[in-house]
């Protein structure tokens, strides 16, 4: 079975739901037994991590239907989901690491585990070190005996530079440390995580598996030997993850491949535009043969989603600049997240956080979302923004 045929089938019993194609939404926080020993066998079931439901805080079978579509596409033991993608991060940190571990952190890194690092690691005695992107099997040098995770995303937040998970992942496990990585950009379409060695594979589902701009979500799918302890610091956690919105991240996971190619074509046809603007200094996007990550993302991913940046040369950085070219567009908003139905277009400056590598570039970083818009109108609105920034610069 390939991957679109998967998400179309995966996760769906119609036998368990009389015969709807979708599975029911469940609202519930108590679950009743009809005697002590079925009381019993699902508390008992509840303790082993086993199948079934005890308490709406561990979720039903609206819960277990996204989950075991999820497991089916990532080729993993099993799926936690979380209510947003952030908190699937922190918690597959929280996961691996202990008072007086060490756990390696990508430069690229999404900013808030960046900030997690600084705040709830420090508190807790968790030791970080940020490294280059860019580093592949140079890590093994960065490890102390007391490394138990090595994170990686790629392509990274915001900068897009491709790590080389495969390398980075055959250096963790020689020293006994778990490999987590972020996965939104690729999504288990594109890239498979647990294929490429890695341990734990975290979805911000609120981007392209929700794909609606309408739900937060995450998850955290892993191989067994990993599982249990994610599992327990979930619960430690205590997180719930209402059904309507995973209800919204199953009905969103039925299309994604179909929107997923008409985000990644788009995406590309926008690169290639902005590529060849003056004002442009460099275009960051993996598909594109002159991008430095260009081999490592053909050797390893089977797609580009319809994320990608632009670096603009230094005179875009002075705000008239850049405001006459965001404030007037009509079809790009601005505004965090991304992956959904809708184009983004937002502006970052990565040199402010970046360390121990420094951003080269002294321009500002567009991050652009490509939604599934209409490429020529994307395109007459993104003309008419350079004619209002090049008046401006
Ligand atoms: C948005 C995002 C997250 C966090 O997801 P939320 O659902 O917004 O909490 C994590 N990683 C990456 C790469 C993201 O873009």
């Known amino acids: ?15 368990r739901t009389d015969g709807a194609v979708n599975p029911p939404v469940i609202h519930a926080s108590t679950i009743l037994a ?94 970080t070190t940020f490294y280059d992107p860019c580093i592949g099997a140079g890590i093994a ?3 102390t005996p007391a490394t138990r995770a090595v994170y990686v995303e790629s392509p990274g937040s915001i900068t897009f530079e491709v790590q080389d998970v495969p390398a980075i992942a055959a250096a963790a496990h020689a020293r006994g440390a778990r490999v987590i990585m972020d996965n939104t950009w690729a999504t288990p379409l594109y890239f498979k995580p647990l294929a490429h060695g890695v341990d734990l594979s975290v979805q911000a589902a609120t981007k392209y598996v929700v794909g609606h701009s309408d739900a937060m979500l995450g998850y955290v799918s892993t191989t067994a030997e990993a599982w249990p302890q994610l599992r327990a610091t979930s619960e430690d956690l205590g997180y719930a993850v209402g059904p309507d919105d995973v209800y919204l991240a199953q009905r969103g996971l039925r299309t994604m491949p179909v929107r997923l190619a008409r985000h990644a074509e788009t995406g590309l ?59 007037g567009l009509e079809l790009f908003g601005l505004g965090a997240s991304w992956g959904g139905y809708e184009s983004l277009l937002v502006p970052w400056s990565p040199d402010r956080w970046r360390k121990p590598t420094s951003w080269p570039y002294g ?28 008046a401006a610069m």
């Open 269 to 327: 046809r926008l690169a290639a535009w902005f590529a060849e603007q003056p004002e442009v200094e460099r275009v960051l996007h993996p598909a594109l043969p002159s991008d430095p990550g260009h081999a490592l993302w053909k050797r390893d991913f089977t797609g580009a989603s319809g994320l990608f940046g632009v670096v603009l040369r230094p005179a875009a950085r002075a705000r008239p600049a850049l405001a006459a070219l965001v404030d």
């Open 141 to 143: 040098e960065l490890f």
């Open 363 to 390: 321009g500002p970083c567009l991050r652009v979302h490509a939604g599934l818009e209409n490429t020529e109108d994307l395109l007459v609105d993104l003309e008419r923004g350079f004619q209002r920034l090049r």
């Open 34 to 127: 009809r005697s002590l020993d079925e009381w019993d066998e699902r508390g008992r079931r509840m303790a082993a991590g086993e199948r079934g439901t005890y308490y709406g805080r561990f979720g039903t079978e609206t819960h277990r239907a996204l989950e075991d579509a999820i497991t089916e596409l990532e080729g993993a033991h099993r799926t936690m989901l979380f209510p947003s993608g952030y908190a699937a991060c922190a918690c597959a940190v929280l996961a691996c690491a202990s008072t007086g571990d060490h756990v390696l952190l990508p430069d690229s890194v999404y900013f808030p585990v960046r900030k997690l690092a600084g705040s709830l690691l420090t508190r807790f005695g968790v030791a």
């Open 1 to 15: 079975m390939r991957d679109d045929t998967r998400t179309v089938h995966a996760g769906r019993s119609p036998e």
